[in-house]
């Protein structure tokens, strides 16, 4: 076998020269003393989360953030050696390989403590404290949940209290209400800890919707997700974006076969469709166990700068389309992208699923090869299946 890294011609394109420019956005619309913390959970919502992270750091973030230990010590095992903030609960009886690895705890219940020191004995262990001002998810809720988290911390030297966050829930709707109530709410614990004699280094509140309206009100440290990929947090916030995100993510294919129908003749699964006479039907090679899902079925793909809509069933692995007349194989077909003046976004197909943006890089799945293309020429590419 000769080692090329893959055999399929479908595949995703990473641009992380977009991803750059989005990281560098944010530097310059946050007040200069606030740092970049740079959200890759999810493998990077769905980018592949080693390069994007690379992108991100090499774009001057500081900080990288994952949502579980072994994200974490995928990157570490990548040689990421910047530092990481799980968000998520890790078991305390993982709180010495997270020590071992320098990743950095989420915290906020005085048993994690008790028993995450038992297994750290005498190591050290980096921590966040979270503080639930609203998004009733994790977190410290109430002053007297904070004394007895204090009073733990005192007699357990061995954890740094680092940073102290909150998370809020509602930073991507054009209403500030609820977005003040939680401000207040962690100011007063963050006076609370400070009184305590717990002053971190770090305080962080706002996701990409948050630091995009409040650069100045959300601490030192911004955990930009969904807008380092490009992609606005909202549709509302769309509207009223103040610097211009460049999205990172296109998905293409090439037509594996072509043909021209007679009359009547059936397409896919269930015969749901009946060509016209004379009609071109492509087949191209992506499906639902890609993430290309079912309900795209009333969609389109973009060939030789034109739409192609998908007709009949998406199949596990291909779909077929109607093309607009006798197509080569080999032909490219982009499903999120630019073809010519012709565009599909991720959030058009957001919509048309009817859910948000975030979950559509997410879903494209690991048999797709991520290709990265940095200072526009291809820097890599890495697959999931294959790899390893
Ligand atoms: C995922 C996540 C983020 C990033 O949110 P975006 O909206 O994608 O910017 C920030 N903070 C926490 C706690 C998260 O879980």
Known sequence: MDNQPYYRETWAEINLDAIEQNIKSFKRHVPSHVSVMAVVKADGYGHGAVATAEAALRAGASYLAVAILDEALALREEGITAPILVLGWVPPVHAKIASDYKITLTVFQTDWIEQAAVVLDDLTLTIHLKIDTGMGRLGIRTEKEAKLIVECLEKYP???????????????????????????????????????????????????????????????????????????????????????????????????????????????????????????????????????????????????????????????????????????????????????????????????????????????????????????????????????
């Open 158 to 388: 061995g954890f740094m209290v680092e940073g102290l966050y909150t998370h809020f829930a509602t930073a991507d709707e054009l209403d500030n209400l609820f977005i003040e109530s939680q401000l207040t709410a962690f100011e007063e614990m963050a006076t609370y800890f400070e009184r305590e004699g717990i002053r971190p280094r770090w305080t962080h509140l706002g996701n990409s919707a948050g630091s995009i309206r409040l650069p100045d009100r959300i601490g030192n440290l911004i955990r930009v997700g969904i807008a380092m990929y490009g992609l606005h947090p909202s549709q509302e916030m769309k509207l009223n974006q103040p610097f211009k995100l460049e999205p990172a993510f296109s998905l293409h294919s090439q037509l594996v076969h072509v043909k021209q129908m007679n009359g009547g003749e059936p397409i896919s699964y269930g015969s749901t469709y009946r060509t016209n006479e004379g009609e071109w039907i492509g087949t191209v090679p992506i499906g639902y166990a890609d993430g290309w899902i079912r309900k795209l079925k009333d969609s389109y793909v973009l060939i030789n700068g034109k739409r192609a809509p998908i007709v009949g069933r998406i199949c596990m692995d291909q779909f077929m389309v109607r093309l607009p007349g006798k197509t080569k194989i080999g032909a490219p077909v982009t499903l999120i992208g630019y073809q010519g003046s012709e565009e599909i976004t991720i959030d058009d197909i957001a919509e048309r699923l009817e859910t948000i943006n975030y979950e559509i890089p997410c879903m494209i799945g690991p048999r797709v090869p991520r290709i990265f293309l940095q200072n526009k020429e291809k820097k890599g590419v890495m697959n999931t299946i294959l790899k390893k």
